[in-house]
């Protein structure tokens, strides 16, 4: 009997540490941060090689910068979602900058910049908004920014509710999300995208893997004020996220900077302020109550 208890610890020993190196290895396949490309060239066409392109963070003031290669090529990897300020300059032209260039979470953005003949002093402001297509893979997704997921109402504040707001979705209450139903219509929802299963969605939160291992439900729902803004990939989805048929939605969560900001807010629901039902008061049934 005491060897059969040894065996079986031993097997669920095995079990657990094969579960973390699978977990170990879908976390660190994972990506959040995003990438500009894009080709430097003059007015007349001809790329500029050794063109320095550099991006600065609007929140952070974190800067990286690249060169061009010699066919005008630039990229610049890892980096995390954001609002950035782009200046492209070489010697004998003109620097070239952008003020206000959006990257979205997971994007790989391709942006392509003219060099006009000048002094290096000079500086030509492009106020035309970068290409923002995915010109990079087929993958197809819904970008929902911080604006939607604090200002459009949320019933029982569950972020999972705005996946409807991603082509193909269609809603169904419980499933994944059944841990956080709230009564009287709340709570979060189980999306089924394209014809899926509900409970074939998969989460990621800042680029760490966020399903509930036997409930195949969100391990950790943020609330909407923590959100910096989250994708739902439904078609074609990268190697790095295609681990369910279901959509990968990859949530980030919002950072800080060199200046002091926050919010100040409260929530409450209370069965005082819910309006009666209408069969429940001709049957004389009180109101439920619900803190």
């Given amino acids: 009997m005491h060897r059969e208890c040894l065996q079986r610890l031993g097997l669920w020993a095995l079990v657990f540490l094969t579960l973390s190196l699978v977990s170990s290895t879908l976390t660190w396949g994972q990506h959040i941060n995003g990438t500009f490309h894009g080709t430097v060239s003059d ?3 001809a790329v500029v090689p050794g ?5 600065k963070n609007l929140s952070t003031s974190q800067v990286r910068e690249a060169t061009t290669a010699s066919n005008g090529f630039y990229t610049i990897t890892d ?24 990257l979205l979470v997971n994007q790989d953005l391709e942006a392509d910049y003219k060099l006009s003949v000048g002094q290096v002093t000079q500086t030509i402001e492009v106020t035309g908004a ?30 999972t509710q705005l996946i409807l707001l991603t082509p193909g979705a269609a809603p169904k209450e419980g499933g994944q999300q059944s841990f ?11 999306p089924a995208m394209n014809g899926s299963q509900p409970t074939e969605n998969f989460f990621t939160l800042d680029g760490i893997l966020n399903n509930h291992y036997f409930y195949q439900q969100a391990a950790i729902s943020p609330p909407p004020d923590a959100i910096q803004e989250f994708m739902a990939q439904y078609h074609a989805n990268d190697a790095q996220f295609g681990i369910t048929s279901g959509a990968d939605v ?42």
């Fill in 180 to 190: 956080y139903q709230i009564p009287i219509g709340g709570g979060g929802l189980s």
């Fill in 51 to 55: 063109a320095k392109v550099e991006v």
């Fill in 79 to 102: 980096l995390p979602p954001g609002h950035y300020l782009v200046s492209v300059s070489k010697e004998s032209f003109a620097t070239t900058s952008q003020p206000d260039v959006e």
């Fill in 130 to 159: 970068a290409n923002m297509l995915q010109t990079s893979n087929a993958t197809l997704g819904q970008v929902v920014g911080s604006t939607q997921v604090v200002d459009l109402p949320l019933n029982g504040r569950q972020f």
């Fill in 250 to 291: 990859n949530i980030v969560t919002k950072s800080g900077g060199p200046t002091f900001h926050g919010d100040a807010w409260e929530f409450l629901r209370n069965s005082s302020l819910d309006a009666a039902n209408y069969f429940a008061n001709f049957a004389n049934e009180p109101k439920p109550p619900y803190r």
């Fill in 43 to 45: 007015q007349t066409g």
